[in-house]
Structure formats: C-alpha cells, structure tokens
C-alpha cells in the first residue's frame, strides 16, 4: 500500500504513476502547421543559388505551403533538385510551363530569375491559372512591371513582391518603434547597401549585363535601401538627386553597370534621407536618427544575423528578437494565406511597379546631373 500524497499538476489535477492522456501543452510556435489539405502548393522557377539555399527550404518549413513542383530550363539541374526534396517528376517543368495549368497540386509560383526573365516567367505562370511570389526587383525597368500586372488583372491571380525583409523580425520591430514614437522625431535616415560582385560567380554574371539586369548595384541591392527606408518612415520622395560611378577593372566587370549609386532623398513632410548601394564593399545597414535613441539596424538585410541596436546618452539597448531566418517562411506563409484566405498583401505588384518608378528616376538624374521631381507613384513628374 502506497500511502504517499498525490502529485499534482499546476491546475491541482492528480498525477497518475502510468502512463495517461495530459491536457494539450502550450506551442513555442506562434501558430500550428495547416494539415496538408490546407496547405498551398508552391513551385519555385529557377534554381539557382537563392532558390536552393534559402527559397526551398523556407518552403518546406512554412506552416502554410509545400513544395509542389520545381521550374527549370535545365533538365538535369531540375531533376536532382527533384529527387532531393521528394518532387515528382510530373510536376517538374520547363520554363515554357506547359502542363502547369493541368497541375492541380501547384497554385503558386515563385519567380527567382534574372530581373530581365521576370516578365516571362511571371506571364506563364499567370496564364497557367498560378498565384505568383516575384523576387525583386519587379522587373528590370516599369513598362516591364505594368505589363505584368496587366497580366495578373486579366488572370484574375494574385502577385507579390518578395520583399523579404518586411517579415524580418528586426526590420518589424524598428517599423513598430517609429510608429509608436519611441525614436521621438526622426528627421534624417541613411541606408546602404553593398556586396562584393564576383565575375567567377555564376549568379552574379548576369548582374554584369544591363540587358538582364536592368542596373548595376542600385537596382540590384540599393532596392533593399530605398524600398526600406519608404517602408519605415511611411512616406514615399517627392525629389531626389543621384550620382554613379563605375572604376575601371581589367575583366570589365563596370562596363555596363554602375559599381556605387548614391542618392538624396526629400520627402513630403520634409524628411531627409541618404542611401547609398554597392558591388565593392560589403555592408547592408540602416540608420534612424531619432530625437531620443538613434535605431541602427546592422546588419539590416543579410539572410541571417541581422541586428537593431538603440543608442541613447546612456548607452546601447539591444531589444530582443527572433531569428532573422523567420523573413524567408514568413513572406511564404504570408501569401499563402492571402491566396487562400484573401487577406491584404503588405508587399504587392503596386509596391514593386512604385520602386520601379523610383529606380528609373534615380539613374535618370545620375544621367542628368540634376534634382528630379516626383509623382506620388515614384514616376518623373
């Protein structure tokens, strides 16, 4: 006979010595995974570098989504991608698309492609009756852009920018702060942006192209410091002025593109912002300079590691945050849940055409020499 007191648990149910049923425990995970019959099937074109490192995988951990079928114009490529990540042959395409509109296991693709190739890829998958997540930028230039939302309004299909940053938790938190005003006034903001370009890389021969890419360093990661900092401060220039410079290399990396763009920016309420973008360096940082603490994120935009740091008179405050990796499965989840559930997109076409409009700007004041004037759109007046 045992005559020990009961166990009990913190809700004062007896503990059983054997094994029994307990209550449903709470979830580390802000929410559970959709059974499989709710989750949206995802095709990702183009499996390149990004896509196989970060795209795909983020894929197979969202909550929302499953891969579904892969988009490749090569063949063999495709196919070990295939085999590795459980994709059946059926559902592995080129990039004419044929068969997809048949395919019922994939409602969304994501477009990871040279900026120049978007237009194509996009168009097919939206004829094929898919949803579509664009990498940025849009396009390579903003007839390109319209072109493709008239597509998606003929379509009757949803398309998104993957600005991936905007589900980063360090870039979300900074947003928070300005909107609640814990920076107090925020007159001035910097960005920049720069990474090393490498001609032996194969993912970055394109970039070396204006053909494919549209630009040089602005337009392929300077996006990241305009689009962030209209982002953060809500507002969209109403004048900017730019300059380019391209050193001179042996292997001709510069021919085309510029190496370092770097802008000012006036917005309507009177704000001032400096951004700068770059194939020499390596730096993706963001500064708010606040009236109360100063906001630095740095890194600001980098697959992982990603930092904010509060600077005041009495030192630096390092607000808490989840890992930066949760960008890539939130922007998946998030436009999962917009096709099937019809929430708003928080980064649409709309946005990418605008940053589109403001790109284009940017390199025709560089080319003018001079100040330029702005539409509410980011077009030239």
Not at 79 to 98: E, F, I, L, N, Q
């Amino acid at each position: 006979m045992n005559d020990a007191p009961p166990y009990r648990d913190a809700g004062g149910s007896i503990l059983q010595v054997r094994a029994e049923g307990r209550p449903e425990p709470a979830l580390d995970d802000a929410e559970r995974p959709q059974p499989p019959s709710r989750r949206l099937g995802w095709a990702v074109c183009g499996l390149g570098h990004f896509a196989q490192n970060y795209a795909i995988p983020a894929i197979c951990r969202a909550n929302e989504a499953r891969l579904a079928g892969l988009i490749s114009g090569n063949p063999v490529k495709a196919k070990g991608v295939a085999a590795a990540w459980g994709v059946p042959d059926r559902s592995v395409y080129d990039y004419s698309m044929c068969g997809l509109a048949d395919d019922d296991t994939v409602d969304i693709v994501y477009v990871i492609t040279p900026n120049a190739i978007h237009e194509q890829n996009v168009v097919a998958a939206l004829e094929a009756g898919k949803h579509v997540l664009c990498e940025k930028p849009f396009a390579h230039d903003a007839a390109s852009a319209r072109r493709m939302m008239d597509a998606a309004r003929a379509a009757g299909r949803k398309v998104m920018i993957a600005y991936r940053a905007h589900f980063e938790p360090n870039n979300l938190a900074l947003r928070a702060m300005v909107r609640s005003g814990d920076l107090g006034e925020v007159w001035y903001a910097t960005s920049d942006h720069h990474r090393p370009i490498d001609p032996e890389a194969e993912r970055d021969q394109w970039r070396m192209k204006r053909a494919l890419s549209g630009g040089g360093s602005m337009m392929d990661i300077g996006i990241y410091a305009l689009n962030g900092l209209i982002w953060l401060l809500d507002e969209v220039p109403r004048t900017l002025v730019a300059t380019t410079f391209s050193p001179e290399t042996a292997d001709g990396r510069f021919d085309e593109v510029e190496a370092i763009a770097q802008v000012q920016l006036v917005f309507p309420s009177g704000r001032r912002a400096s951004i700068s973008s770059g194939y020499v360096a390596s730096k993706k940082r963001i500064d708010l300079w606040g009236s109360r603490p100063v906001a630095v994120l740095d890194p600001a935009t980098a697959y992982r590691g990603n930092r904010l740091v509060l600077t005041t008179q009495d030192g630096d405050q390092f607000p808490a945050s989840a890992p930066s990796e949760q960008q890539f499965v939130g922007q998946v989840d998030h436009f999962s849940r917009a096709v099937r559930d019809g929430i708003d997109i928080l980064t649409p076409a709309e946005m990418g055409l605008r940053d589109m409009n403001l790109l284009e700007a940017i390199y025709a004041s560089a080319s003018r020499g001079e100040w330029v004037a702005l539409n509410e759109d980011g077009s030239l007046r």
